[in-house]
């Protein structure tokens, strides 16, 4: 950065729907983002990502046995000086991709010093007010384990294509944004996680755990937040590649007590009756 060279903005689309929300609104910041900036828009329901296989490879410095785009993807994020991703509500989720993504952080250790600090926006778009269930909690996930900085995120309602640009409102949030994202400013909500920001929290016995960053807080008389434990996560890259360690001290482990698992779980091979679909023919569907 600082080079002269234009910005490199990554937009991550996590929806099908063509010219849909999360497409239109990514290009509405876009244009209120002051700075000189290329826009490369990324249909994220378009790639192929496969399920993490849980080899552990990736961990161990081998390369994913999975041939398919989730190295695209990561070199994209490497490269970019900023991010704005965007999903639909599905199901009180974000769409199944992000989760599908995420599946695969291990390999995000491989570019976390690139990603470390780099601003990213999350943007929800809901159909239904108040029915946005942990979509948030989904992105933030994402951007956390990116170490990335997160600017905002923000769930807007916006049902049929096009809605969240028909509202004064939200062009006034996209300009904001715009101008926010290579700024040192950012949108923290009123009330969320005193660690994280994010408003999504596990009830345990006495305090609430943030379901992001994991810091617990307790709520005072008068309604205050107040800081108990950091959640161990968030941090700079050396101490997030602290949990790489750990993950590779429990690979170890695994070869250490591999004769003991066997022994415990090779008896249930046999039991129950594996079922699959049929296989299709292209004229199966009519
Ligand atoms: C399969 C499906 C599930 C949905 N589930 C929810 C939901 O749980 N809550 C909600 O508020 N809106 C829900 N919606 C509405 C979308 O979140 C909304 O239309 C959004 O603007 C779509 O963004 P897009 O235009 O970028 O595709 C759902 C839409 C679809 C197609």
Redesign the pocket.
Known sequence: MGDGKPKRVLGL?????VL??????IKEISRHIPEQHVLRLLRLTSLNIRPCRACYGCVMGNPCPEDDDIQFLLDELAAADAVIL????????ANAIIKGICDRGFLFFSILEKTCNKPIILL??????????M?PQMLETFAMFLGMSVKASLS?????????LMNEKNIVTADHLGRMLFSSGSIRPERGCPFCGSQIVRIAKVDYICTVCHGSFAIDAIGNFVKKKEGGIMGPPEHMLLHREWLRGMKKRFQENKKKIIQTISGYKEDGEWIKPPSRTPSSRT
């Open positions: 689309v996590a929806s099908p729907r849909g929300n999360c497409e239109t609104f965007a999903s639909p509500v599905y199901y009180l989720g929800n778009f809901f159909g239904i007010p108040e029915r946005i269930g979509a807007i309602e916006a049902a049929l294509p096009g809605a969240a």
